[in-house]
């Protein structure tokens, strides 16, 4: 008997430690570059032990990834990548609300951006153009300084934008043109611009290398990649519309039915720390934290110093789906 209990006592620890040690592991979905995710993955494995699974990909790429899991979730964690692709997400009940244990600390114009604790916001990024001025140059041609000199056909080939069906960056130049001039006409704007567009990249960032390569010569991207980018020596220079612009909040999402809860909670309660965030710059991540004890990037743009436009993220939370299906029919079909 005693020889049974003792048999049975080791199947019992072994199975408790079995799933400590899956416990110690976070899945982690990430939207912004490589070497950013890589970082937090690092920072949080260093001050926890658990061990980082991450994969990257787009902002379109992970809410289909995540629309295919659904019944079967396969990560813990969504961060990064803009707002409007994680409220979609959190509308068709593929996340769920979590409450960070320093929330009083993030900023409360960023932090929970479409109520409820859905989505939560962890840095700020201007939307606009980066410019390759030696190319425009030699080409005898004016830098463009606000959306209305993109329409020149004098730019024709010459600008770059990724799809807004893979690519959170786009929907937000998209949706920026909504709230700029209203939906009809922000799609007639779409229309004409599609006309000097040299190609729709998947990624939002990708057009700003091609402008820095020479490739083309303007790309709408956010405007901490363009810095980033002049960092690397690519002659490119930061412009802000302007008619006003639309501006990104970084969103982070708790997966419903995530295989490692407890651990993914820590993790959201790290990854919103000043110390976390403070990490960022140190590989070239120039977005405006939204903990306010987190040290702001000298090379940042403040968004207080920038004219926005009236950005909605609830409306396009809502309406997100349907905007970047009309602009595929409207738009995308149209020869150039």
């Not at 289909?64 to 990560?75: C, D, F, I, Y």
Request: charged fraction near 20%; include cysteine.
């Amino acid at each position: 008997m005693k020889k049974l209990l003792g048999i049975l006592f080791s199947i019992l620890v072994i199975a408790n430690a079995s799933a400590f040690a899956e416990q110690k592991v976070l899945s982690l979905y990430g939207s912004a570059e490589p070497r950013i995710i890589e970082k937090l993955a690092e920072g949080f494995e260093k001050e926890t032990g658990v061990r980082v699974d991450w994969i990257r990909m787009s902002s379109g790429e992970t809410l289909a990834r995540l629309r295919a899991e659904k019944s079967n979730p396969k990560a813990d964690v969504w961060w990064g990548g803009t707002l409007d692709p994680h409220s979609i997400a959190a509308l068709e009940g593929l996340t769920e609300p979590y409450k960070p244990s320093i929330f009083d600390e993030l900023d409360p114009r960023f932090r929970d951006p479409i109520g409820g604790n859905r989505v939560i916001g962890v840095y700020v990024g201007i939307l606009g153009f980066s410019v390759n001025e030696k190319l425009l140059k030699s080409m005898g041609l004016p830098t463009p300084s606000g959306w209305d000199d993109l329409l020149d056909p004098q730019y024709k080939g010459l600008i770059g934008v990724a799809n807004p069906n893979t690519s959170g960056t786009a929907l937000t130049t998209l949706a920026t043109q909504i709230f700029l001039r209203g939906e009809d006409e922000g799609i007639n704007y779409m229309k004409k611009l599609h006309k000097n567009i040299a190609n729709y990249t998947k990624s939002g960032v990708a057009p700003g290398i091609l402008a820095g390569r020479g490739e083309i010569a303007i790309a709408i991207i956010f405007l901490h990649d363009c810095i980033y980018h002049m960092e690397q020596g690519y002659p490119v220079i930061a412009v802000v519309p302007k008619e006003g612009t639309g501006y990104e909040i970084g969103g982070l999402n708790l997966i419903k039915g995530a295989p490692h809860p407890q651990v993914a909670k820590q993790f959201i309660d790290w990854v919103v720390s000043a110390r976390a965030m403070e990490l960022m710059p140190t590989v070239g991540s120039y977005q405006l934290p939204t903990n306010t004890k987190a040290k702001v990037p000298a090379v940042s743009i403040p968004i207080d110093s920038v004219k926005t436009v009236d950005y909605d993220f609830a409306w396009v939370a809502k309406n997100g789906v349907r905007i970047a299906d009309r602009w595929t029919r409207e738009v995308f079909t149209l020869p150039r």
